[in-house]
């Protein structure tokens, strides 16, 4: 593995608390390029998160940490329900009855992550439970199945704004795939991280 020099994008947002549209456009761009690599070869990562994407002296950002990742044998559902860091687990993992996760193809599960970090890049905290609160297993929960739609920014674009929400869609069956967010127009630019 290469050396990544400027450590994980957590530690990053530690330094910067938020980060231009332009570069999260950028580090959306090559978090899906790598997801999209991964699931081509029948991989869910699992665990997408800041800490887990690393970033090199060049800018670059480079998914790592495959402790939880599934390889898709015969079904698309390759994944244990509760696998990953809850906070950035999607709906359907957090609570399978209600969202008919025995069914859901878990690929999808990725994207809600990036839809987190993404957010989470912008804002400069946790985007789904509100400033100061307490992010414990029920308030994760309830923010992830049943909370409303996380508040934007009203400075970001229309398509910053439609990026998140087609990662953040709460029903699996209706949230972005990697090809399709691939060719959304917040990642058609040519941004690094600077």
Request: glycine letters at 10%.
């Amino acid at each position: 593995m290469e050396h990544m020099e400027r450590g994980s994008l957590y530690d990053e947002l530690r330094v910067r608390a938020n980060l231009p549209e332009d570069v999260i456009s950028g580090i959306a761009r090559s978090v899906l390029r790598g997801l999209q690599y991964l699931h081509g070869m029948q991989i869910v990562h699992g665990d997408i998160k800041p800490s887990n994407l690393l970033i090199n002296g060049k800018g670059e950002v480079k998914i790592a940490d495959f402790g939880v990742s599934k390889i898709v044998v015969g079904t698309r559902n390759a994944y244990d329900t509760f696998m990953g860091t809850c906070a950035y687990m999607s709906p359907e993992r957090v609570d399978p009855e209600r969202w008919n996760g025995g069914n859901a193809d878990g690929f999808v599960g990725d994207i809600w992550s990036l839809g987190v970090v993404v957010l989470e890049c912008c804002v400069g905290r946790y985007p789904l439970i509100g400033f100061g609160e307490k992010p414990d297993w029920a308030a994760l929960m309830c923010a992830i199945c049943s909370g409303e739609r996380p508040q934007m920014p009203e400075t970001v674009s229309p398509y910053f704004r439609s990026f998140v929400r087609r990662c953040l869609e709460k029903d699996w069956r209706n949230r972005g795939t990697v090809d399709e967010l691939l060719h959304h127009p917040f990642v058609n630019g040519t941004f690094e991280l600077r």
